[in-house]
C-alpha cells in the first residue's frame, strides 16, 4: 500500500527519522555542554572575602604584580616570575605608603601611617 505524497510528507514531521533523532542527540548534547560550563563557571567563581581570606599577616600578598591596588589570599597570589615593573610610586603598597594585614580574617592594605590595628 502507497501513502499518498501528502501524508508521507506528515509521516515524516511526526515520526522521528535518522536525521531528526541526530537533531534530537545533538541538541540534547548541547543542552548538557551548556549546563556543564554554567556549573563549572559557578564553582569556578570565588567570592571576594574567599579570595582575601586570612588567618594571619602570612596568609596575605599584593593581588597585582606591579603597583597593587589591592590584597589577596596567597593561593591566589599572581606569578611574577619575570616581570618588570616602574619604579613609580602609585599604588597603595608603593615605596612604603602601605602595609598588608589580615584584619578580622580578611587581607588589608593599612596605610603607613595607621597605627597597627593587631596590637
Partial sequence: MQIPEKCATYK???LPTGIM???GLFYGLLAL???FFI???LI???SPADL???KSDGDCVPATCCHPPE???IKYAPDCRGMVCTEIC????DCGAGRIECIDSECRIIPANAQNSNQ
Avoid: D, S
Fill in 12 to 14: 515524516a514531521l511526526l
Fill in 21 to 23: 533523532r541526530k537533531k
Fill in 33 to 35: 555542554i551548556i549546563v
Fill in 39 to 41: 556549573f563549572w563557571a
Fill in 44 to 46: 569556578k567563581m570565588r
Fill in 52 to 54: 582575601r581570606y586570612c
Fill in 71 to 73: 590584597v589577596v589570599n
Fill in 90 to 93: 602609585e599604588g597603595p603598597l
